[in-house]
């Protein structure tokens, strides 16, 4: 799309947004707990009652921030996305507000639309193919356990992590899904990821530390790291070296849901395939966005809206336009996010 005619549709769609919440009584969410949890022995903070996950299941939880639902996604709607995110590599097509990122080694390299290129693709809520992932009736149904019934799909990413160049740079640092977040109750925020291969240590899985999200949002930054880090790929500078760190090995289909509090983060990859995952950050509708300015999230924040501003040619773009712009309802109604 024509640069000027992106912005244009862009400056029409962010005054319809913010007529509408302007309009719109806030509801907030004050708990996670839902109506029949009092029935159970024990209170539960991070899960909502809704005969979809087992007591064993919600006890995971609550105590580890995350959990795996094995084979969830079928090979058949995985091929879809791989399908997809490869005619997108090629240019074949490009949707709206998508962000094609190059590993940091690259960016300067010719450019080339190949699948080789590119290390992940961003905001696809314009894709409609992609976009299935958020709404497949076996992941809402999980995601409804912790958002309750009324779910915007906010964040989108499809993820090809490259064969690590040698810098190190296909690593992602240890972070809080939180700290790019401008909304809030963060129990009511989940992000399901799908690996669409054979996932283990060797091309880079997804690294967890358990029962962090109990913890607090800590203060967020570049590494310090001598092969260079890719742009936004910030990480939490001191965290507890003594916390226990798993390694989620997972196959192609397997879903891990968890918090956005969690610790996590994702190995090297060393084999020569493009790992492979995708992944959306669900919230509850009835969240409510909070102003970063002055907390621990005020560097992102300004970055986000920096790339947003560059993106659409636009000088007053705010956070909340953002996460308004590429949010999108996927099931129940849209409140006020
Ligand atoms: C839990 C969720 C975590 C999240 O990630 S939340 C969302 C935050 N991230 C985003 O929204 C990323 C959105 N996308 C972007 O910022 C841009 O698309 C992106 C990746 C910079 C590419 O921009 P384009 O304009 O398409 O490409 P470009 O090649 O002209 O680059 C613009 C400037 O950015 C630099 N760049 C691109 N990819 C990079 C990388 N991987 N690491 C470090 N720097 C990178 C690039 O060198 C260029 O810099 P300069 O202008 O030449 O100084
Ligand atoms: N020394 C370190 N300091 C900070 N973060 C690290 C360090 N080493 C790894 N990490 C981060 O921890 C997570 C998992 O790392 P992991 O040890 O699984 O991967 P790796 O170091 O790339 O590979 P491996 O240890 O299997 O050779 C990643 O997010 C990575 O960025
Ligand atoms: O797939 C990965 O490597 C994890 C990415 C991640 O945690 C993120 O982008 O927030
Ligand atoms: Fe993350
Ligand atoms: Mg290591």
């Not at 949707?95 to 390299?109: A, E, N, Y």
Request: hydrophobic share 35%; charged share 25%; with cysteine.
């Amino acid at each position: 799309m024509h640069p000027n005619r992106a912005s244009a549709r862009l400056c029409v769609l962010l005054r319809h947004l913010r007529c509408r919440s302007a309009g719109t009584v806030v509801a907030h969410h004050t708990s996670g707990v839902g109506s029949l949890a009092s029935f159970h022995p024990q209170q539960f903070q991070y899960t909502r009652e809704n005969n979809v996950l087992s007591l064993e299941n919600r006890k995971f939880y609550e105590k580890n921030g995350f959990l795996v639902i094995k084979n969830l996604v079928s090979d058949a709607d995985i091929q879809r996305f791989r399908n997809e995110f490869e005619r997108i590599c090629r240019e074949e097509v490009k949707p709206f507000g998508l962000s094609v990122m190059r590993d940091v080694t690259i960016t300067k390299s010719e450019y080339v639309p190949s699948e080789k290129l590119v290390s992940k693709v961003q905001d696809f809520q314009e894709d409609e193919e992609l976009f299935r992932y958020c709404t497949l009736p076996e992941i809402l149904k999980y995601v409804e356990c912790f958002t309750g019934p009324n779910i915007m799909a906010m964040h989108t990413m499809l993820i090809n992590k490259p064969p690590d160049s040698g810098k190190k740079t296909s690593r992602h640092p240890l972070h809080q899904d939180l700290h790019y977040f401008p909304f809030r109750p963060s129990n009511s925020i989940v992000c399901a990821w799908t690996a669409m291969e054979h996932i283990d240590r060797n091309n880079g899985c997804l690294v967890v530390l358990p029962g962090t999200h109990k913890g607090s949002l800590q203060p967020h930054d570049y590494p310090q790291w001598e092969g260079g880090v890719n742009i936004m790929f910030h990480g939490i500078q001191d965290y507890d070296k003594n916390n226990a760190r798993v390694h989620l090995v997972m196959e192609k289909g397997d879903t891990v849901f968890f918090h956005p509090l969690l610790i996590h983060g994702s190995g090297r990859n060393k084999s020569q395939g493009f790992r492979k995952a995708i992944s959306c950050h669900f919230a509850d509708a009835n969240c409510h966005y909070i102003d970063v300015e002055g907390t621990s999230q005020e560097n992102i924040a300004k970055e986000i809206v920096n790339m947003a501003s560059k993106m659409y040619g636009l000088n007053d773009i705010t956070m909340k336009d953002v996460w308004t712009f590429r949010g999108r309802v996927v099931k129940g109604e849209r409140i006020n996010l």
